[in-house]
């Protein structure tokens, strides 16, 4: 046990050992700072950073669910089913608690998901998807299927569009958030656990740990992050929407993968996260400041996502070196 | 004398329960409860014509559901299935309009293609398969919108004659739903009877184990991937026969429902374990959830809900149905 709470190792290696995925966000922003006007314009970048927020707080989430070895679907539901309850409960809750019920609904997804996944052995991909339905379902029903308008107010669009100290507000709660992941997986004894769970669940349970309590505060913890997400994601749009970002699983997904976290478990670090989150924000905004047609975007999109995850696998590739057969992760945990 | 019959009589009910093994009771046991309840609520939903609805109607998800449990069969996944099936639709249609009805297997083809790509990112290349199915996602629902300038319908030159291959019963069934249990069929005697089949399903139950007897777990993977893609181009044919035009845009949504009945059909996600028959029942069960709600009037969001719960619950049953003592687990090759 007292083995598992010094996180110093890592942490040494961990400043000296920049991920691969840095080098990637330098050439793409090199390249796009030169070939699409008006990229590095300092108005652009912070446009840039304040949309890529929201899903760099979504991502924090992620990369715990990640390193647990599980995988989380339901976020963009839960997002949707926030937005809807958010504004749901405006008019009686006021805008804080508005808020509030939204953030709450999220924190349930995530509770029913970490309760079914740690308690009852469930594999994860089964349960986030079955909860993305659910979910995305329940904010159709609540909102009757079309998207609700909220009354504009100052207060209910400052998660979104207000500024502290001159920095907006969604930039530095995603600042906070990849702070807060950062500490959490490299200084607490929590972060420390969902590494050894996610690497091998039977070793942790064998050396004595609570694998299901430490399992069921990663997804709460990750729900806590989608609800922040979901939270600036209804301001910024007003509405409650029942079909909002239907791909926020799936990009924040991809944004680790970039950052070249390995989705069987036990890895990951905050500033690889960070990377894949840049890296999908940069590609994001690039792409309509092109101007292309849609067709093009998506193509785009997807050549540099798959392109920036091959990059980083350019050694083994050009060596043709086998991969590793996949672990067996579901069974250590159950 | 009679405790020997008890007990050969036992191990006949055991014997007779182990046929199907438990991840494959979930899917009929949900179809037959829900079948149940909506013709306790609405005498009509059991009607002949209600019941060719549905037996037309499920197919497009079946063939989605039977290409996504060859890849769950490898501890996979493929997310770009209802985008795949919407090129496989443009494709089919345009190359109908040109080359008459023959042209329709370009729809298969184009399918086939994607999957490939796929298997080759996945397997090959080695990439983790949500996000080589995403990128396939998003690049394929792009190369549909820049063949068809802009997501516009494809409209069939050849409709009438199209369409009544989809709903013109030819004996009892339309040929369009033929094809699709000759399809279905044939994907049971790959998983069930064939060393291709054979060898899906030991990638994923133990790939370790497979590689040490040789064989080549990334060559599985990408045929996996390429018939998950060919029966998804297969779901677009299908797709344009029942509308008369190809879908540029449409299948959005489908891979979920798909993985769903996969997993519904006992498909398991540590691979190892799948059955062509209990993923059509799970498909047959979201096709009834959604007509039988449909018919009683009820959103469809609600359904939507019900699939959710019912993906979860699938989970659990098979738990339980595992823990119960009178069953021999027999059926999981690994524990």
Redesign the interface.
């Known amino acids: 046990m007292m083995a598992l709470t010094g996180a110093r190792p890592r942490r040494f290696s961990g400043r000296l050992n920049p991920p691969a995925a840095v080098w990637v966000v330098l050439l793409l922003f090199c390249v796009f700072a030169l070939a699409v006007p008006r990229f590095a314009s300092a108005g652009n970048l912070e446009n840039l950073l304040r949309v890529g927020s929201i899903l760099g707080i979504a991502a924090c989430g992620q990369t715990i669910v990640l390193i647990l070895g599980g995988?989380e679907f339901s976020f963009g539901a839960s997002a949707a089913l926030a937005s809807v309850v958010t504004v749901l409960a405006l008019p009686s809750a006021g805008v804080a608690g508005g808020f509030a019920a939204g953030a709450a609904a999220v924190l349930l997804v995530g509770l029913v998901n970490g309760t079914?996944v740690a308690r009852?052995?469930?594999?994860p991909?089964?349960?986030t998807?079955?909860?993305?339905?659910?979910?995305?379902?329940?904010a159709?029903?609540l909102a009757g299927?079309l998207p609700i308008d909220a009354p504009p107010s100052d207060a209910f669009s400052w998660p979104a569009r207000g500024r502290v100290v001159g920095i907006p507000v969604p930039i530095l709660a995603a600042a906070a958030s990849f702070v807060l992941l950062h500490l959490l997986l490299a200084h607490t004894r929590a972060g420390r656990l969902w590494y050894l769970v996610g690497a091998n669940g039977t070793a942790a349970r064998l050396s004595g740990i609570t694998v299901w309590r430490s399992v069921l505060a990663g997804y709460l913890l990750a729900g806590a992050f989608c609800a922040l997400a979901a939270v600036i994601l209804t301001s910024r749009v007003a509405s409650g929407q029942?079909g909002l970002a239907p791909n926020l699983p799936?990009e924040t997904?991809?944004a680790c993968?970039?950052g070249g976290i390995?989705?069987a478990g036990g890895q990951g670090r905050a500033v690889q996260t960070l990377c894949g989150v840049l890296v999908i924000a940069m590609l994001n905004n690039a792409v309509v400041l092109l101007n292309l047609?849609?067709?093009?975007?998506?193509?785009m999109?997807?050549?540099v996502?798959?392109g920036a995850?091959?990059l980083q696998?350019a050694p083994?590739?050009l060596l043709l070196l086998?991969?590793r057969?996949?672990r067996?992760s579901?069974?250590d945990r159950s | 004398m009679s405790v020997n019959l008890l007990r050969r009589s036992v191990d006949g009910l055991r014997a007779a329960g182990s046929v199907l093994p438990i991840p494959f009771r979930v899917a009929p046991l949900c179809l037959i409860l829900a079948v149940a309840v909506f013709a306790a609520i609405a005498p009509r939903f059991l009607s002949l014509g209600n019941a060719a609805n549905i037996g037309a109607q499920v197919w497009v998800l079946a063939l989605l559901a039977i290409g996504q449990m060859f890849v769950l069969a490898t501890?996979g996944?493929d997310?770009s299935v209802g985008a795949v099936a919407a090129l496989s639709s443009v494709c089919a249609a345009m190359a109908c309009n040109g080359w008459g009805l023959p042209g329709l297997s370009a729809g298969a083809l184009a399918g086939l293609l994607c999957g490939l790509v796929n298997g080759a990112?996945v397997g090959t290349?080695?990439?983790?398969p949500?996000?080589?199915t995403?990128?396939?996602?998003?690049?394929v629902?792009?190369?549909s919108?820049?063949i068809t300038g802009?997501g516009q319908v494809v409209p069939l030159d050849a409709a009438g004659a199209v369409t009544r291959l989809g709903f013109e019963p030819m004996p009892v069934l339309p040929a369009s739903s033929w094809a699709a249990l000759v399809l279905a069929v044939g994907a049971a005697l790959l998983v069930g009877r064939s060393l291709a089949g054979r060898r899906i399903l030991m990638a994923g139950s133990n790939?370790?184990a497979v590689?040490l007897v040789g064989v080549d777990?990334?060559r599985v993977q990408l045929w996996a991937y390429g018939l998950c893609g060919l029966f998804a181009g297969f779901a677009g044919v299908l797709m344009t026969v029942r509308a008369g035009s190809g879908l540029p845009t449409e299948g959005a949504g489908m891979e979920?429902q798909a993985?769903?009945a996969a997993?519904i059909g006992g498909t398991a996600?540590?691979g190892g374990i799948a059955s062509v028959a209990a993923v059509v029942t799970g498909a047959a069960f979201i096709q009834v959830l959604l007509t039988g709600l449909n018919l009683q009037g009820v959103?469809p969001?609600?359904?939507?809900?019900?699939?959710?719960?019912?993906?979860?619950a699938?989970?659990?049953l098979e738990?339980l149905l595992r823990s119960l003592p009178s069953f021999p687990s027999q059926s999981r090759t690994r524990t």
């Open positions: 995988i079914l009852f052995s469930l594999p991909f089964l349960v998807l079955g909860m993305l339905m659910v979910a995305g379902g329940g159709a029903v299927g029942p799936f997904i991809a993968a970039v390995p989705l047609p849609v067709a093009y975007q998506q193509l999109i997807a050549a996502i798959l995850v091959m696998q083994r590739l086998p991969v057969p996949a067996q579901e069974e | 501890r996944f997310i990112l290349l080695g990439l983790q949500v996000v080589a995403l990128g396939s996602l998003i690049a629902r792009g190369l919108l820049l802009d790939p370790e590689a777990t990334r979920l993985i769903a997993v996600l540590s959103s969001f609600v359904a939507q809900i019900a699939v959710g719960v019912v993906i979860i699938s989970g659990l738990t």
